[in-house]
Structure formats: structure tokens, C-alpha cells
């Protein structure tokens, strides 16, 4: 765990003249030198800032921790084995087909098809479905405002954050952004199961509006992530797959950051009985050890796709056979650890009543979360009414928490947590202390 960086000034310098990050304000990066991790062990990161606990998993993904031994030997077995073959030309490999049966016992409901990808999201599979089921005008997409599902064309269409659409000419047309249940910066937060029904009422409008007949798919993250960490008030999620089943339109669940335990469940899909008709899978899938992705389908929209014909859909590397067995290393460890069972009962609980204790605290407006996933709503000096669009108090108050000795998220004017799943309590305290002594420096 001790490495050393070597030629720390010499990689930087090869940083800022040939790698282009992304999400990164590079002029803001460069002058102070990129960040170089070396090493990682359970929730702790090592590089040239000495040991780091990670409180956001990687990229909310590192579920079981950094350095599982069972992890590394399964993907070296396979690649010693057979390191790659495709899916295509009628054939397979064992690990994916394990994979996609594993997935499919484990899912919920009648999901019990995978199609696998590299990683974020996948709107395809809709619009096929919908040509062979005789609604070729069903090519909407309806997601929300702070969504986030990507940043190809069509996933940085349906995400609602403008930064990922502005420079770039989107969204194109035929995806329609919904309100999201964001009560604190709507000023709703003293009645937030009203504004979420509220934004249910505004979401019906829009479908009316727009013809429910011209919408394919409706997408939500069951808890928005990147966008801000954003919690369903009661009701909101049961109310929106009413909607999206009054109205015909298929419900996707974006689960990328959401299944795996991240929520004290397999699925936040099953604590909330959503019953998606499609699930999207990446990050916790392989806890990031490999890029990986898998687009679940409901058995009945699964036969009609294969009785469609051709389909002509899939990448390269889909289920490709290394990333598969690191999939079934990372779930084998999720189970024997009952992972997911101690998030619900033991380090979620004790998480969230540690976050809570921020309330008080003059410099926060918020704080909100479930299981091992969290948000702190940070305030200027003058309080709610000095916030001002640009502060970005959520960037200055993670880079105090980091110098502090913790990894946590800033976004806009919040800090958001996500700590690797196997974070024990102590690790949980020590986290919170880095934030705590953070956040008291925000305003000097
Ligand atoms: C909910 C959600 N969907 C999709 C994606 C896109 O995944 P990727 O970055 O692997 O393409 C993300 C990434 O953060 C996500 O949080």
C-alpha cells in the first residue's frame, strides 16, 4: 500500500500535455498538477496526498473496496483461460452466460434478460421494441431535470444537467425533461411529499401535452446520483410508475449507482416495487474492477426482440468473458459478506444517524440520504438567501474535506457520499470527522 509515485513532476507534466479528463475543468486542474492514485485497500486510496479514505467508492462504484484478492485471481484465471471472445457469430462464453443467469435469478420481477454493454445506458432496445410492436411513432423519451445517464448523444440527451447538454447542441429532439423531486432548491423541503406529487402532476401534463402515444420509455434513477443526490420523497416513485403504466410507456430503472446494496437492497427497484420493465446496470456490476454495463429486459419485451428477427445491437466487448467473471468474483463477495444485509441493517443506519448530525451545523442546508449514500446541502455565511447560481460551495467544500484526508464529492453547492459498501463504523466516524473539520473551514 505504500507505493511511491515515481517522477511525480514528470507524469503531471505528460498529464497536462497529453490527457484530456473527463468532467474536469482543466485550467483549474493544471496549475496546481492532476492527483495521482497508486493504490488502493478496502475504503482506503493511496497516491502522492499520502492515504485518502474514499468516500465515493471510485465513482460511486467501488462496492466491495479496493484491492479484493478474489477478484484479481477470478479475471486472471479467465484471461489465462480464454481472455476474450464475442458474443457474436452465434456463440458465447461460459462467464457471460453465468453472468446473465445469475442476474437473471436475481432480479426482480420478470427481468430476466441481459444485454451486456461497457457501461451507462442503453435506449435502443426501446425503439426496436416499439417498431416490432407496431408503435413506430413511440420514440420519445421522457427522463428529468438533474438526471443523469450518460453523455453519449442519446444518454447526454436524456441527462438534465445543462453543463452536459449546452456545449454540445443538446438534447436532440424527442427527449422531454420532467421536473424532479428536488425539494430543497425548490424551497419545498417542509413539504417535500407534496412537491413530489406535485411534480407527478407536472409530469402527466407534459405526457398529455405530448401525446403519451409518441413516448417510448420513461427513465428514472430510483435515487438521482450525480445530479445531486436526490432522495424520493414518499410516494413520488409509486406515483411515477403509475403514470408511466396508465399511459403504456415502458419504465426503465436506471440502476447504475442504485443496485448492488448501495441502498441496503439488491435493487432499489425492490425496495420501492417499482417492477421495471427494464433495469440498467454498470458500476456496482463489477464494483468497477472492469468496465461493465447490462441493459435487463423483462421476459415478454425480451421475446418480442427475439422473434423480431436480426438484432442488429451489441458492442465488440458485450459480456465480454473477463469482465463477466470479475461480475461473478464481485456478487460471490456481496453475498458471502452479505454486503447488502449489512447496509440495510447495520452501517446504512449508522451512516445515516452520522450524516444527520450535520443538521446544526451553520454552514449546511441539508442533509439527505439512504443507506450508504448521502448528500450535505452547504450554505454561504449569509445563509440561504446570500446563495448565489456559480458559488459552487460543493467543489471548495470537498477540496477542505479532502486536504482533510477524505475523497467526497462536490457537486454544485453539496458534498455527496458514497463509501465503498465493506466501510466499517469506525471507518464511518473517521470519514464524517474529515467533513466535519472540512466543512468548519468553508468560509474562512
Ligand atoms: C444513473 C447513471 N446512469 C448512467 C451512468 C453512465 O454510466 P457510465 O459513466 O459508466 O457510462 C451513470 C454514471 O455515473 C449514472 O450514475
Redesign the pocket.
Known amino acids: 500500500m505504500e507505493l511511491k509515485v515515481s517522477g511525480l513532476e514528470e507524469l503531471r507534466k505528460m498529464d497536462r500535455e497529453h490527457h484530456l479528463h473527463p468532467f474536469t475543468d482543466h485550467a483549474a486542474m493544471h496549475p496546481s498538477g492532476t492527483h495521482i492514485l497508486t493504490g488502493g485497500r478496502g475504503v482506503y486510496l493511496q497516491g502522492e496526498e499520502g492515504r485518502l479514505l474514499d468516500g465515493l467508492a471510485g465513482?460511486?462504484c467501488v462496492n466491495v473496496g479496493y484491492g479484493r484478492k478474489e477478484i484479481v485471481d477470478a479475471v486472471a484465471k479467465q484471461m489465462q483461460e480464454l481472455s476474450f471472445y464475442p458474443s457474436f457469430f452465434n456463440s458465447t462464453t461460459e462467464p457471460a452466460v453465468r453472468l446473465a443467469g445469475r442476474l437473471g435469478r436475481m432480479a426482480p420481477g420478470n427481468l430476466d434478460y441481459s444485454v451486456f454493454s461497457n457501461?451507462?445506458?442503453e435506449a435502443k432496445i426501446i425503439r426496436q421494441y416499439q417498431i416490432l410492436k407496431g408503435h413506430p411513432d413511440r420514440m420519445k423519451i421522457l427522463t428529468r431535470n438533474y438526471a443523469?445517464?450518460?453523455?453519449t448523444l442519446a444518454?447526454a440527451s436524456m441527462t438534465g444537467l445543462p453543463n452536459c447538454q449546452i456545449p454540445y447542441g443538446l438534447p436532440l429532439p424527442g427527449f422531454l425533461h420532467a421536473p424532479a423531486p428536488y425539494a430543497y432548491v425548490a424551497g419545498r423541503e417542509k413539504d417535500a411529499e407534496a412537491y413530489g406529487q406535485e411534480c407527478v402532476a407536472a409530469t402527466r401534463q407534459m405526457i398529455e401535452k405530448e401525446g403519451a402515444k409518441t413516448i417510448g420509455a420513461m427513465f428514472l434513477?430510483p435515487v438521482q446520483?450525480?445530479g445531486g443526490v436526490i432522495v424520493p420523497p414518499p410516494g413520488y416513485l409509486a406515483a411515477m410508475r403509475k403514470l408511466a403504466r396508465e399511459y403504456e410507456i415502458l419504465f426503465v430503472a436506471?440502476?447504475?449507482?442504485t443496485a448492488f446494496g448501495r441502498l441496503g437492497a439488491w435493487f432499489a427497484s425492490e425496495m420501492w416495487d417499482l417492477q421495471p420493465d427494464l433495469m440498467?446496470l454498470?458500476?456496482g456490476l463489477t464494483s468497477g474492477y472492469i468496465?461493465m454495463?447490462a441493459t435487463m429486459v423483462s421476459r415478454p419485451i425480451a421475446e418480442v426482440l427475439m422473434k423480431g428477427g436480426y438484432f442488429a445491437h451489441g458492442f465488440t466487448y458485450s459480456g465480454h468473458p473477463v469482465a463477466a467473471a470479475a461480475a461473478l468474483a464481485n456478487i460471490d463477495i456481496l453475498e458471502k459478506e452479505k454486503l447488502t444485509e449489512r447496509t440495510r441493517d447495520k452501517v446504512g443506519p449508522y451512516f445515516q444517524k452520522k450524516l444527520k448530525e450535520f443538521a446544526g451545523h451553520p454552514a449546511v442546508g441539508e442533509v439527505r440520504g439512504v443507506g450508504l449514500i448521502g448528500a450535505i446541502e452547504l450554505l454561504p455565511k449569509g445563509g440561504r438567501k446570500d446563495l448565489k447560481p456559480g458559488m459552487n460551495l460543493g467543489i471548495v467544500g470537498a477540496a477542505k474535506v479532502r486536504s482533510e484526508g477524505a475523497i467526497v464529492r462536490g457537486i454544485r453547492d453539496l458534498l455527496a457520499f458514497a463509501p465503498p459498501l465493506v466501510i466499517t463504523e469506525g471507518e464511518i466516524d473517521e470519514m464524517f470527522s474529515s467533513v466535519r473539520r472540512g466543512i468548519d473551514k468553508l468560509w474562512d
Open positions: 465513482l460511486w457501461s451507462g445506458s443523469y445517464h450518460g453523455v444518454t434513477e446520483g450525480a436506471d440502476e447504475v449507482i440498467i454498470a458500476k468496465s454495463g
